[in-house]
Nanobody, 128 residues
Framework: QVQLVESGGGLVQAGGSLRLSCATS????????MGWFRQAPGKEREFVAAINWSGGITTYADSVKDRFTISRDNAKNTVYLQMNSLKPEDTAVYLCAGYIQSRFDRIVVDTSWKYNYWGQGTQVTVSS
């Protein structure tokens, strides 16, 4: 069982930056692929970014590519989302999620149904 706790959200002006963190419990963090999703009021949950168990493979939604960077520190059991050049449309609750991944996998999944473990989320608000 893995517990996920997000932090780092807040209010920022358009063009600003935030760094989200997701701290996890348990000793098997390096066995998990990790992802960030977001959900705005009245909208469906959408994929943001994901990273494989080693950190060597990442994938991004087109809407955040070249602005957001996902990374992980397996020694600290933490995954990060660096968000730059933020836009008002980035406003949402950001959720961290994970699934157990084989070390032989060469892709990282971007669909929410694959993720077994979810955090409670952290609010990001970007003002114009």
């Amino acid at each position: 069982q893995v517990q996920l706790v997000e932090s780092g959200g807040g209010l920022v002006q358009a063009g600003g930056s935030l760094r989200l963190s997701c701290a996890t419990s348990g000793r098997t963090f390096s066995s998990y692929a990790m992802g960030w999703f977001r959900q705005a009021p009245g909208k469906e949950r959408e994929f943001v970014a994901a990273i494989n168990w080693s950190g060597g493979i990442t994938t991004y939604a087109d809407s955040v590519k070249d602005r957001f960077t996902i990374s992980r520190d397996n020694a600290k059991n933490t995954v990060y989302l660096q968000m730059n050049s933020l836009k008002p449309e980035d406003t949402a609750v950001y959720l961290c999620a994970g699934y157990i991944q084989s070390r032989f996998d060469r892709i990282v999944v971007d669909t929410s149904w694959k993720y077994n473990y979810w955090g409670q989320g952290t609010q990001v608000t970007v003002s114009s």
